[in-house]
């Protein structure tokens, strides 16, 4: 049975990438070697290395004074690399789910955390607007995506201070203006590739204002110079996203993404306010995330939930169940997600509740 892979991370990634991944663990480049066991100084990996960084420039339109890192230790590493390398005295953080509450954790070892506005008064079911932004703050960290909660800000807020996003779950699913931002960064294995590895964009400009002094591995000075080699990098996963890069690419980048990426998400949302058996858990239209469907059983159908669950499975939906903080169910919709396994949900939904109510 054909399988939908709705998984939040690691999810979903283009056959493609699998394929050629595959082909390279065995023989990379043509060498007779596999991937995982050539120098990362080689020219072969060298040229990997190279293209995937410029394919992000290309993709994400990235300006110039701008440079693409592939590091690792994931967005979590970032959490705390954002503010050693940026925060002067003070950083300013909105508080839309568990992601940020975690990047605000690390801030605070650094200086004073602002926190302008939270949702966790309604289990971050809204993303906070209208809210003071302090003007001495050395930059406000935003989650463009948050994979748990299932909101999205898809416009940047207003404000005069350099942002910093975590974009993890969100990177190359539209076009984003990079120029608003010192920094970006998203861990891999939602959107890109494998785990393992860690994409940061980071304005050279805003660098070395600081005056702590940085441990190397952490400092962004060091791995913009070293090109992002400063030590290992992770050679296999970098090999695999440049393979999604390149599928990106030649199915029309980010903007071409960005409407299918609608589409999908319009397709289920559609159903979630139209099936009387289930809901989904962001009320706001506005706010709803397009790669991460959240939604629980109606009130009325609650003692469903493990019904419906057996049900999707037996229909080849994998990883469908809510994160436990939400409960319910998650449908992650990322890039590699095909509008056919969205359909192949709705169309569980409308049986489950063709079997369960005739008369509905
Ligand atoms: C998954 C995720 C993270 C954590 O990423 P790691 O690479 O596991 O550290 C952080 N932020 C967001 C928004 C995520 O979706």
Known sequence: MK???????????????????????INFAGTGLSVMEVSHRSKEFVAVMTEARNLVKELLQVPDGYSVLLLQGGASAQFLMVPYNLMKNKAAYLNTGSWASKAIKEAKLFGEVVEVASSKDANFNYIPKNYPVPDDASYFHITTNNTIFGKELLTEPDVKLPLVADMSSDIFSRPVDVSKYDVIYAGAQKNL????????????????????????????????????????PATLPVFACLQTLKWLKELGGVETIEKINIQKSNLLYEELDRNKL???????QEDRSRMNVTFVMAPDYAELEGDFLEFATSKGMVGIKGHRSVGGFRASLYNAMPVESVKALIEAMQDFEKNKYPEV
């Open 3 to 25: 399988k939908h892979n709705f998984y939040a991370g690691p999810s979903i990634l283009p056959e493609i990438t699998k394929e050629k991944t595959a082909e390279a663990t």
């Open 278 to 284: 289930f809901v989904p858990t962001v009320l706001n």
């Open 193 to 232: 590739g494998p785990a393992g590895v860690t994409l940061v964009i980071v304005k050279e400009d805003a660098l070395g204002k600081v005056d702590r002094p940085i441990p190397t591995i952490l400092d962004y000075k060091v791995q913009v110079a070293n090109g992002s080699m400063f030590n290992t």
